[in-house]
């Protein structure tokens, strides 16, 4: 009887899981599914390894869609999977704080813990915390390991992780954490598997979903990143603004009569492609539109996205590779083309019958860059770490 691990992903606009056999040294995965909560029932699929339909259901109320999706999920896998033994569930935890290097089993201390970072990442951490709690109520005997976003960057010193504000703050853990650590930390290994000649040169991945962050690499560890002590900084995201001049919260507060609750809202629900184009936060429609509005946030996105590569380049004094992942990365050719074309002075060179089939490796002879698409994995990267604590 071979032992399965359970993988949950709670990303801002998705829930994603995965069953993974790990007898072998590698996880094999033996089904995975999406709960999507876009559509007015909200949908749970379950495919197979090789994308074959096995399970769907949709007759959950959207408020409750994520309490009934692990009871339904575990279900699921009972039925389907249970002369395995179901050995430990894992759950990609955005806001590991500064303690957390490495995937930890959850207690109910560390629960708590990690319930007290929510200020700091308030789309988020509810979402991957909330199935924790469900679960330990539901099945208290499965064992629960977090693997963190923030871990990969565990290693970030000053002057990349410090802000200049007083040090003091700095103490009370008011630092650059950065996130996506599991996306960049499977990227990373793929390069090394894709490319070994590679892996420790200077190289930049871009995670482009409906999060997005970029992430500058040195022999292979994080040694920059552009979010920071919340999922908040950086690159123009779904729903987020990213990099903004602090003095317009303070104007906000002070001359638009708004709250701190409503800020937060305007920043992290509002604002991004969403808030410029005020028609979507889904690249697809913005690309897909000719409204002059949403061609401006897809502008913004792509020139805040090049000026920040530059920015990650000089972190670490030029650049040698430069790889897009995530949603919008593996997918959006216009995205991959326009971001490379602005980094042209830098001698990013991308090939276009390349970049049209989203081959692996994009970049044009004569580019100085190498440059790839790598399909990121958050979840396969969970059951490693699982597979390994246990
Ligand atoms: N074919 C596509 N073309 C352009 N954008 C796409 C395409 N497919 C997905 N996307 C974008 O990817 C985003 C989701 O990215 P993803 O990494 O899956 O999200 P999450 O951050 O929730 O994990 C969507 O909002 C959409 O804008
Ligand atoms: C940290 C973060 O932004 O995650 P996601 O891309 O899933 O929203
Ligand atoms: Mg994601």
């Known amino acids: 009887m071979s032992d399965t691990v359970l993988v949950l992903n709670a990303g801002s606009s998705s ?38 339909d096995l399970f769907e259901t949709s007759n959950q109320a959207p408020a409750a869609a994520g309490d009934h999706l692990f009871a339904d999920v575990l279900a699921f896998i009972e039925d389907r999977f249970g002369g395995r ?11 590991g704080g500064p303690d957390y290097s490495g995937p930890e089993v959850l207690t109910d201390d560390i629960i708590a813990k990690l319930e007290a970072l929510t200020p700091l990442a308030p789309l ?71 490319a070994p000649e590679l892996a420790a040169k200077r190289t930049i991945i ?15 560890r994080s040694i920059d990143t552009t979010m920071g002590l919340t999922p908040l900084d950086g690159l123009v995201m779904g729903t987020r603004c990213g990099a903004i001049d602090p003095g317009v919260l303070l104007y906000l507060q002070q001359h638009e009569n708004m709250s701190i609750e409503d800020v937060q809202h305007l920043l992290y629900h509002e604002s991004g492609l969403f808030g410029v184009s005020g028609l979507s936060a889904d690249m697809r429609t913005l690309l897909a539109s000719c409204e002059a509005a949403a061609r401006e946030a897809v502008d913004l996105f792509t020139f805040r996205a090049a000026q920040q590569v ?33 980094l042209g002075w830098m001698g990013v060179r991308i090939d276009a019958a390349a970049n049209d089939a989203a081959r692996e490796r994009i970049n044009g002879s004569g580019s ?22 246990i």
Do not use: W
Not at 85 to 95: D, F, K, Q, T, Y
Not at 368 to 389: D, G, K, Q, S, Y
């Open 15 to 52: 829930i994603k899981f995965g069953l993974f056999d790990v007898a072998a040294a590698e996880p094999a995965l033996l089904c995975k599914g999406l709960l999507d909560e876009h559509e007015a029932k909200p949908r749970l699929v379950v495919k197979g390894p090789t994308g074959e």
């Open 85 to 95: 033994s179901l050995r430990a569930v894992g759950h990609r935890i955005v806001h």
């Open 124 to 194: 988020h951490q509810p979402r991957c915390l909330a199935p924790v709690r469900n679960l330990a109520a539901i099945r208290p005997e499965l064992t629960q390991i977090a693997c963190f976003d923030t871990a990969f960057h565990h290693g970030l010193a000053p002057p990349a992780s410090r802000f200049a504000i007083p040090r003091r703050f700095a103490a009370r853990g008011v630092r650059r954490y950065g996130f996506h650590g599991l996306s960049f930390e499977y990227v990373a290994g793929r390069l090394a598997e894709i």
């Open 206 to 220: 871009a995670h482009l979903g409906n999060g997005a962050s970029l992430c500058a690499l040195r022999d292979g």
């Open 310 to 342: 530059a920015m990650m380049a000089a972190t670490l004094g030029g650049l040698d590779c430069l790889i897009f992942t995530g949603g919008i990365g593996e997918h959006a050719k216009e995205i991959r083309g326009a971001i490379g074309e602005r």
């Open 368 to 389: 100085m860059v190498e440059v790839f698409v790598i399909p990121t994995n958050e979840e396969i990267m969970i059951a490693r770490h699982c597979a390994a604590l």
